[in-house]
């Protein structure tokens, strides 16, 4: 909203029995700091109501005529959100009629009898302007429930169109699995095709979690002294496919020595790999990208500055809200949720930094520019490899009310060289438990009947499962969610769709 918005809308707008009374309410008015709009005849007071006004103050004497019954229109024509306050100066005496049916068709009208003193006058304006500032509140707190809800319903509208997205190859690509039975080459075709979109999914799916974090202030950072140039080298990589499949020629503006700060390496480089992602996705190719970084005073400014389809002016400020799409956008964007630029400035801030977005207009490109503060050098980091165990004479058993779930996960333990038991519910664990026991148990969470955490308890206390190590397999992610894991017992918490290499680790250390 503009000042002279507002201002319109602070206004008393003024109409006196004579051009005396005028000039007398308006200067006591002024004293008191209250913005006056004086009105000749009740048709101009009426024409003034549509630019904006705090109340309304006028006297008895101008509630008749044809004029008297516009400005009743007027007023009972309102929105939802306005009830527009009314101040009538009545002469002294009996009731009058006029005032009588004045109160009768208007809600909010309140008589002051004349003469009135100068400090109940003022009071009973200001109150009136009081009580008008939250008709204004209320005005824009519905307005941005208005703004929310149409953003959650483009965005479920969204992300039921990506979810088919992976779905529809998904299911040709098994049905031809299964009609034609193709040879090894080609079926591995099918396969590594199924398993890209199966990769989308998990990230769509990601995104949801990641909308929850936010929401509800969950986003955990594993801070630590970093160079930011190993994280934009890896961002780089992350986007690198996404660069090349649309031919964009990407330009690296980067400075010779380390650029240190104190943050989360995997956040960050997700930060600027979104970022670099928009770019390429927003870019008609073959476009320009240029990612550039240098210290400015004692920051690290990192800009990420495209020729794309630019972003509107009234845009610039609501980018970075959740749901936001900037009107065709996301059929440019060829696939994603458009929670992307939120995450990256939670992320940012939560760092200790700053965001910004700034484009010419559409077709004019856009640059995203990340400030955080510069640190100390970081010291390196050791790195691992996970190598995959050795064959074993280890046992597990894997427990899932999905028996399709259940019976890929024994397989693929097996292949790990396992022997292996598969129960559908938690009484059919417990009756393998005596024949099998196993070293390992992976358990569903949410089974009907007895659940995961039940089925943990009970494994702890059986005499052949004390020492089993229990691995959860669940949906549920959350830190609220793993700390209801440990409670139960359980020594591992992975998230659905399991990871392998994640269990592969789990199962080097129980063969170590």
Sequence with gaps: MSDSTAALQRRILLRAATAKDALMASAVLDRAGVPVHTCTTLDALVQEMARGAGAIVLAEEALVGPAASLLTQALQAQPSWSDLPVLVLARQGADSRTVGEAVDSVANMTVIERPVRVAAFVSSVRSALRARARQYDLRATLEGLRLADQRKTEFLATLAHELRNPLAPLQTALTLLKRKRPGPDEAARHYDMMRRQIDHMVRLVNDLMEISRITRGKIELNTAAIDLQQVLRDALELSRPLVDAS????????????????????????????????????????????????????????????????????????????????????????????????????????????????????????????????????????????????????????????????????????????????????????????TLQPDLAVLDIGMPGMDGYELARRLRAHPVARNTLLVALTGWGQQRDREATAAAGFDHHLVKPLDPDQLIAILDGLNR
């Design 247 to 434: 031919e964009h020629r990407l330009e690296l503006q980067l400075p010779e020595g380390p650029l240190p700060v104190q943050g989360d390496s995997v956040r960050l480089a997700q930060v600027f790999s979104n970022l670099l992602n928009n770019a390429a996705k927003y870019t008609p190719g073959p476009g320009h990208i240029v990612l550039s970084a240098q210290v400015a005073g004692g920051d690290v400014v990192v800009t990420v500055r495209d020729n794309g389809i630019g972003i509107a002016p009234e845009m610039l400020d609501t980018v970075f809200d959740m749901f936001v799409q900037a009107s065709g956008a996301s059929k440019a964007a060829q696939g994603g949720l458009g929670i992307g630029l939120t995450l990256a400035r939670t992320l940012v801030e939560l760092q200790g930094g700053s965001i910004a977005a700034h484009s010419a207009g559409l077709g004019q490109g856009s640059t995203f520019t990340v400030r955080l503060p510069l640190q100390a050098p970081a010291a390196p980091a050791a790195h691992s490899d996970v190598q995959l165990p050795e064959a074993s004479a280890l046992k597990a058993l894997v427990v899932d009310d999905n028996r399709d779930a259940a019976d890929s996960l024994a397989e693929f333990l097996q292949e790990l060289g396992m022997a292996t038991g598969v129960a559908y519910s938690g009484a059919q664990a417990l009756a393998l438990l005596p």
